[in-house]
């Protein structure tokens, strides 16, 4: 265990359904004014969506505060964003039972966020939540922000029932991100109309947030360009994840995009399909060469050399990416940093030979920018602890 607690130590200090049924409950949440605002907090009720209540929640882990709630903004553009937040993940008896809490005084504490903390709060936040900065492509755009405290990658669709390996205890987790988006979703049916463009987007759990979700946002939001970019979520993972992922968490892909065996499509394929299924769209992937982050997470799911084989894993995945989807683009930055959307490092970036706050504006532009890489950054030049 006490192995195991330091590799979360090094990963969390580094984190920070085709045609949704009209819901028969009327308010999902207070509406957003329709002028420009500040953010909003928002508190969802429960909605019935295919004859079902749902109602939003965290994951309920020992000690933790289920209540769920997002905020959002109204730009002054008709254009986008949905991002979703990160933080960690949880997939089995011990991942699950060290949960990080708004207690905890430190970044660095547990494998993932069972409870919503200070730091969501996306005025605390920089990079793409710099709404002064002129270089901040979406400086004018309308933002929905996803917080994240379920354990699941924003994905999942269950309660799971687990045993603390310390005291033997039973405990449950409501690994229920893919509801509460789904909630958050008939709140953006009722406040936002045919927006010119939009960007769905995620760091590090949330990035596979955005992909997760991405179909079923166009799908109530079909026209316009729309532009999928992942933050520090390569899905790069062992087969014994997907076991785990699937069995405990319901993962909750959609079968209109991956079909009916949509569970079982893998981590590293998830970003491939979503290119090939909406050729007209724009999808993208930012990392690091030695992110310590999904690396740590990479060793928590039985990975040997984990650094190295991470490493090596995604530039392969993203090279196949690139030759196979004409409208994929990545960019691939020096060091081991993880995470870019959130903080200054956004605009300092531009070590694949591009200021990355421009790569990115590139990217929502009319001509897509070119991939972007460091040069000879793969080989690694820190010792690797895992």
């Not at 920070?16 to 969802?44: F, H, I, M, N, Y």
């Not at 504006?361 to 950054?377: I, Q």
Request: aromatic fraction near 10%.
């Amino acid at each position: 265990m006490r192995a195991l607690t330091w590799v979360a130590a090094l990963a969390l200090a580094a984190c920070g359904v085709t045609g949704v049924a009209t819901p028969t409950v009327q308010r999902v949440a207070d509406p957003l004014p329709v002028t420009a605002s500040e953010w909003v907090e928002l508190t969802p009720d429960p909605v019935r969506i295919d004859g079902e209540v749902i109602t939003a929640t965290c994951s309920d882990a020992p000690g933790a505060d289920p209540a769920f709630k997002f905020w959002a903004r109204r730009g002054v553009s008709n254009n986008l964003v949905v991002y979703f937040d990160g933080g960690g993940a949880c997939w089995d008896d011990v991942t699950c039972s060290l949960p990080r809490l708004a207690r905890d005084a430190r970044d660095d504490d547990g494998f993932y966020k069972g409870e919503l903390i200070p730091g969501d709060n996306p005025n605390e936040m920089r990079g793409i939540f710099d709404l002064d900065n002129p270089r901040n492509p979406v400086r004018d755009w309308s933002f929905v922000y996803v917080p994240y405290c379920t354990g699941d990658v924003h994905s999942g669709s269950s309660t799971a029932h687990y045993t603390n390996p310390d005291t033997n205890a039973p405990y449950t987790i409501q690994h229920r991100g893919a509801d509460n988006f789904r909630v958050v979703l008939e709140w953006m049916r009722a406040n936002f109309d045919a927006p010119d463009e939009i960007l769905v987007t995620g760091s590090s759990a949330g990035a596979y947030g955005a992909a997760t979700h991405y179909g079923r946002i166009r799908d109530v939001f079909p026209g316009g360009r729309a532009v999928m970019l992942g933050d520090a979520g390569q899905g790069v993972t062992t087969p014994d994840f997907l076991e785990l992922r699937n069995g405990n968490w319901q993962y909750d892909l959609p079968e209109s995009v991956f079909g009916p065996d949509a569970q079982l499509t893998s981590d590293d394929d998830i970003v491939a399909m979503l290119a090939a299924h909406y050729p007209n769209d724009r999808f993208a992937q930012y990392t690091t060469a030695h992110d310590v982050t999904q690396s740590g997470f990479y060793a928590l799911m039985g990975a040997t050399n984990a650094c190295q084989a991470w490493t090596a894993k995604m530039a392969t995945d993203l090279t196949v990416r690139q030759e196979r989807a004409a409208n994929f683009r990545s960019y691939l930055a020096d060091g081991q940093s993880h995470t870019i959307l959130r903080s200054p490092l956004f605009y300092a970036e531009q070590s694949g030979g591009a200021p990355f706050a421009e790569w990115v504006s590139g990217l929502l532009g009319d001509a897509a920018p070119e991939n972007r890489a460091c040069a000879n950054c793969l080989a690694e030049r820190v010792r690797c602890r895992f």
